[in-house]
């Protein structure tokens, strides 16, 4: 008899970062995001950088990537996994794609949990800290005629609405 397992996602989003930066730039800030983390026990692990093939783990969590490039793009792949009370696993996913001929980056991220055992309800979570580290170390990229960043967007501010306007945002 095969046991099912509860999977739940609980948070996903896409955003574009600085076309200057690659796949080496993601593995980077995910080795920060893994070694600054107060919730991870990886740190003397991860002093070397992360690569293509990379596979880092403790008894409790992993941390595994992979690389793909060619003349035309740049695809990077990473997944950290946490076992909580070794029952539930909360799983995030991250890829990186680069388009070497129109100049773009784009990062997509995404956190999942699932348990083992039968349970009646699984913890939402929040959104993943290197959410934050991407912005802050690859920079935001253009999402339309605005910048992705951290700070919000004030629509009032500087006549934000027309100019939103202007450049058909709106």
Same mark, same amino acid.
């Given at each position: 008899?095969?046991?099912?397992? $509860?999977?739940?996602?609980?948070? /996903?989003?896409?955003? =574009?970062?600085?076309?200057? /930066? ?9 080795? @920060? ?7 991870? !026990? ?5 002093? $070397? ?11 409790t969590e992993s941390i595994s990537c992979s690389v793909y490039k060619d003349t035309k793009q740049e695809i990077t792949g990473i997944r950290y996994?946490?076992?909580?009370? !070794?029952? +539930?696993?909360?799983?995030?996913? +991250?890829?990186? #794609? ?6 773009? #980056?784009? @990062? ?8 083992? &055992?039968?349970?009646? %309800?699984?913890? /939402?979570?929040? =959104?993943?800290? +290197? &959410?934050? !580290?991407? @912005?802050?170390? &690859? ?15 004030? &629509? !009032?501010?500087?006549?934000?609405? %027309?100019?939103?306007?202007? #450049?058909?945002?709106?």
């Amino acid at each position: 008899m095969t046991r099912r397992r $509860s999977l739940m996602l609980t948070f /996903k989003t896409q955003l =574009p970062v600085s076309s200057d /930066k690659c796949s080496d730039d993601l593995l980077e800030c995910a080795r @920060i995001w893994i070694t600054g983390s107060p919730h991870s !026990n990886m740190k003397e692990k991860m002093s $070397s950088s992360l690569t293509d093939g990379s596979l880092v783990a403790t008894g409790t969590e992993s941390i595994s990537c992979s690389v793909y490039k060619d003349t035309k793009q740049e695809i990077t792949g990473i997944r950290y996994e946490k076992k909580e009370d !070794n029952e +539930i696993r909360w799983t995030t996913d +991250i890829v990186g #794609f680069s388009d070497l001929i129109q100049e773009k #980056f784009s @990062i997509a991220i995404q956190l999942s949990v699932d348990s083992e &055992l039968p349970v009646e %309800h699984l913890d /939402k979570g929040k =959104p993943p800290y +290197i &959410l934050k !580290n991407i @912005i802050q170390y &690859l920079g935001g990229g253009k999402d339309g005629c605005l910048t992705v960043s951290d700070a919000p967007y004030i &629509l !009032n501010d500087l006549g934000l609405i %027309h100019k939103l306007r202007r #450049f058909s945002c709106m």
